[in-house]
């Protein structure tokens, strides 16, 4: 893992903060700063100069968020964060992107995000996809890892499937060797969930066969993360070391 890196964020929502691989790039002296697309003005002209330049990020991980990718007339900092993706994307940079962060990078390339046939809300099985080039990232052949969506990316053009599972067909791809999106959560924290859970009024529009009851969410015993967390850290090292 190199040391030093400069690293942004990009976030949605009031209260999300980073993540689990905050304590992780601090201990290699990254450098940390944030966009809070949610305290953007909404009735003033955004352009891409109130991002960072690309030449001052060396990582960028993409949050999640309520909102979708297509919801633009709600949400007009999203064409800009769009535009300023596929740049930085062209330029051959290192990303991440979480649950919307990997809806947004596939969006931003021409795939499209629409609704998924079922919601996924608590932690649900996640496989590795079969037949994955030896060179590309290589996560367990079993994930049990929180889940927290109605929408799903299709896999951009000239990505790679890495997991899947039978409620969400795509649930992680890469791009290159230095782009990873997820649709779960390997970032949650039991202080992360905990926050998301406050928004109860979220969970309202949650229901089906694969949504979790918020009794048995807040039980989640601190281990539970521990294997995701784990993954965002090798995945975060990945994307750099390219």
């Known amino acids: 893992m190199k040391s030093h ?13 980073f993540g689990s691989c905050y304590d992780f790039l601090k201990a290699h002296h990254a450098k940390i ?18 991002l960072p330049r690309i030449d ?5 991980i993409i949050m999640g968020g309520t909102m979708s990718v297509n919801d633009e007339a709600n949400y007009p900092w999203l064409r800009l964060e769009k535009r300023w993706l ?12 979480l649950c919307l962060g990997g809806q947004l990078i596939a969006n931003a390339l021409g795939a499209a995000v629409s609704r998924n046939p079922d919601q996924e809300l608590g932690w649900m099985d996640v496989g590795r ?30 990505a790679i499937r890495l997991a899947e599972n039978k409620v969400c067909l795509n649930q992680m791809y ?39 009851p918020i009794a048995e969410l807040k039980r989640s015993l ?3 993360f521990e294997q995701g967390n784990r993954l965002l850290n090798q995945a975060i090292d990945y994307v750099v070391s390219a």
Not at 129 to 153: K, V
């Open 56 to 60: 001052e990020v060396d990582l960028l």
């Open 86 to 97: 596929r740049r930085y994307l062209a330029a051959g940079k290192p990303a991440i992107g």
């Open 5 to 17: 890196l400069r690293v942004h964020y990009f976030q949605h929502i009031a209260g999300e903060g």
């Open 129 to 158: 996809a079969s037949h994955i080039p030896e060179q590309c990232f290589q996560i367990p052949e079993q994930l049990n890892i929180l889940q927290w969506h109605s929408e799903t990316f299709e896999i951009p053009k000239g």
């Open 174 to 212: 890469q791009i290159g060797r230095n782009v990873l999106g997820f649709q779960f959560h390997p970032e949650m924290t039991p202080h992360a969930l905990a926050l998301l859970i406050e928004g109860e009024e979220e969970m309202a529009v949650f229901n089906g066969r694969y949504v979790q």
């Open 33 to 50: 700063t944030a966009t809070e697309f949610f305290a953007l003005p909404v009735d003033l002209p955004l352009e891409l100069e109130a």
């Open 222 to 224: 601190k281990s539970k």
